[in-house]
């Protein structure tokens, strides 16, 4: 209907997946990277999760794009089945014979175990995606995962790629699922787009759709609309379309906030009869606002009295400032709330409480002769390791960490993470501890992670083959330690064939991938499985 109006050759905001509207944020592109990564490889598990609506499909269209020739793939869209229903369509997007009426998971397993040697041996990749994995049952991820059991002695036969939601994470946190967590050797969190990528985008479709004339967002429209969005791909597409045809309607040339305004709240299903009880509310607020500035008058002048009546009384304790469950509240915090400022300040005020946890003081950097945080920790003994994962990979680890959030404006703020529960997790911002849903961590959360670790004697970087001094002593004590054996004599110890294999074993057992290498993540395990005092995310009960 506004095609014309405004010169365009097509609808630049469908919201079906069009190729030609593609638009590949940052964050997309490093999704895709995640991909290709894991596809590539020959060890089992893809994990890709986000938002709905923040282009996970889209990033899957890229993937089949890019996908070899010498592949075949299988598209599970309706993950809503049990563990037969599942497999049956796996043997049906694969062109794999079964019998009619079959419902012997063991039928199913063996056809497509022929199939898959059958692919490995003419040089074929096999690719199965699932599509909105946090449908699926335990015992269908069950299932799910007993099919990478499907191997040669050298590489998995089949490649699995499951794409969900940010709860697909909490389920694949679960002590049941264990065995399939550890089995992901590449995963993405699909975040939202920045204030900047929402304008690229919006630019980007309205090119592709035939724009050749004006600017119909203009900058203040477009700030609006990431705040509205929250940067959410869908959603951009359904205000923006609503938005241009309301500057239609009314014979605009651009859109502006107004009109903008006006669509979300159609986007967003608010009715005339919302409308009415939303000004309603407004007034009740502010008669409620203008109440309790009465109160507070009286309060004040009544603590004055008491205060001058009570000189002589001792100062009451003040309570513990934590907000949530375990203060004592019947709901956590469900809204994460940064801080007034969240690029100023909360960095630093999140590192310090990390410090914390350690026992050491954080002195505050100055740029001229001050220490930066990592410093500070080396001089403890300690070393900084900045890395990328979700909550699984943060609860395998288990120590705690600074994560960077974000808010419902986009905006950015640090905070240390103290505790991680099964539901629950204990945050800091600012001066104040909170405890939230662990989906709400998720939900802000793009992955990165700064923590730190207990760095071994001498540790010059990661123990290879054929490394020696005190570090590979070190590591042998560790190790004698785990496994409940004397540790081995002689004055210098060589990292060689033998040790190698028990720290294979270890790293097996751990959930790490076993290559026999020492880095950062197999020291922390190796800490954590000899019980050091070092402060942990959680001491591996349950607790809810």
């Given at each position: 209907m506004y095609r014309e109006y405004f010169g365009l050759k097509e609808s630049p905001f469908s919201i079906s997946p069009d190729p030609a509207f593609l638009y590949m944020s940052e964050g997309h592109c490093e999704a895709l990277a995640h991909l290709m990564f894991g596809m590539n490889g020959d060890s089992g598990f893809v994990l890709l999760t986000g938002e709905v609506g923040t282009g996970k499909t889209t990033v899957c269209r890229?993937?089949?794009?890019?996908?070899?020739?010498?592949?075949?793939?299988?598209?599970?869209?309706?993950?809503?089945v049990t563990a037969e229903e599942l497999l049956a369509t796996v043997c049906e997007e694969?062109?794999?014979?079964?019998?009619?009426?079959?419902?012997?998971?063991?039928?199913?397993?063996?056809?497509?175990n022929v199939f898959l040697l059958d692919a490995h041996a003419k040089g074929r990749k096999a690719v199965l995606i699932i599509e909105e994995a946090q449908n699926l049952g335990l015992d269908v991820l069950e299932q799910v995962r007993l099919l990478t059991n499907l191997e040669t002695n050298e590489r998995k036969l089949l490649q699995i790629i499951m794409v969900g939601q940010p709860e697909l994470?909490?389920?694949?946190?679960?002590?049941?699922?264990?065995?399939?967590?550890?089995?992901?050797?590449?995963?993405?969190?699909?975040?939202?787009?920045?204030?900047?990528?929402?304008?690229?985008?919006?630019?980007?479709?309205?090119?592709?759709?035939?724009?050749?004339?004006?600017?119909?967002?203009?900058?203040?429209?477009?700030?609006?609309?990431?705040?509205?969005?929250?940067?959410?791909?869908?959603?951009?597409?359904?205000?923006?379309?609503?938005?241009?045809?309301?500057?239609?309607?009314?014979?605009?040339?651009?859109?502006?906030?107004?009109?903008?305004?006006?669509?979300?709240?159609?986007?967003?299903?608010e009715t005339r009869d919302q409308r009415k009880q939303r000004k309603k509310y407004r007034w009740a607020s502010v008669g409620f606002v203008l109440l309790a500035c009465v109160f507070f008058l009286t309060g004040n002048y009544v603590s004055q009295r008491s205060r001058i009546a009570a000189i002589t009384m001792p100062e009451p304790i003040p309570q513990n400032n934590i907000r949530g469950p375990e203060a004592g509240s019947q709901h956590m915090d469900m809204l994460l709330r940064p801080l007034e400022r969240p690029g100023q300040g909360s960095e630093e005020m999140a590192y310090q409480k990390l410090l914390n946890r350690w026992h050491i003081t954080y002195l505050a950097y100055r740029?001229?002769?001050?220490?930066?945080?990592?410093?500070?920790?080396?001089?403890?003994?300690?070393?900084?390791?900045?890395?990328?994962?979700?909550?699984?990979?943060?609860?395998?680890?288990?120590?705690?960490?600074?994560?960077?959030?974000?808010?419902?404006?986009?905006?950015?703020?640090?905070?240390?993470?103290?505790?991680?529960?099964?539901?629950?997790?204990?945050?800091?911002?600012?001066?104040?501890?909170?405890?939230?849903?662990?989906q709400e961590v998720a939900r802000r959360w793009a992955g990165d992670y700064v923590l730190f670790w207990r760095v071994p004697p001498e540790y010059q970087g990661d123990i290879k083959r054929g490394s020696r001094g005190p570090v590979v002593r070190w590591l042998d004590t560790q190790l004698s330690r785990v496994q409940g054996r004397t540790p081995r004599g002689g004055g210098n110890l060589v990292y060689d064939d033998a040790m190698i294999k028990q720290v294979e074993e270890f790293q097996r057992v751990e959930g790490l991938a076993p290559n026999g290498v020492i880095g950062p993540e197999t020291i922390i395990h190796l800490h954590t499985a000899v019980g050091s005092d070092e402060p942990l995310l959680h001491d591996g009960k349950e607790a809810r």
């Open positions: 890229c993937l089949l794009e890019r996908i070899p020739v010498n592949s075949d793939i299988a598209f599970v869209l309706n993950p809503k694969f062109g794999i014979h079964y019998a009619e009426g079959n419902t012997s998971i063991k039928v199913f397993v063996d056809n497509i994470q909490e389920m694949l946190s679960r002590w049941e699922l264990r065995q399939l967590a550890q089995r992901i050797t590449a995963r993405y969190h699909l975040g939202p787009l920045s204030k900047e990528e929402v304008g690229a985008y919006v630019k980007h479709r309205l090119t592709i759709a035939g724009l050749t004339r004006g600017e119909l967002f203009p900058s203040r429209t477009i700030s609006r609309l990431f705040r509205l969005s929250g940067g959410i791909p869908r959603l951009i597409n359904v205000i923006c379309d609503r938005a241009l045809l309301g500057a239609y309607v009314q014979g605009k040339e651009r859109v502006d906030t107004s009109t903008l305004l006006s669509a979300a709240r159609e986007a967003f299903g740029p001229q002769g001050g220490r930066t945080v990592c410093e500070q920790a080396l001089m403890q003994g300690l070393s900084c390791l900045h890395n990328k994962g979700d909550l699984s990979s943060l609860r395998s680890i288990n120590r705690p960490a600074v994560v960077k959030l974000f808010d419902d404006q986009g905006g950015e703020f640090s905070s240390a993470l103290i505790t991680l529960r099964d539901r629950s997790a204990t945050l800091t911002m600012g001066d104040e501890t909170r405890v939230v849903d662990v």
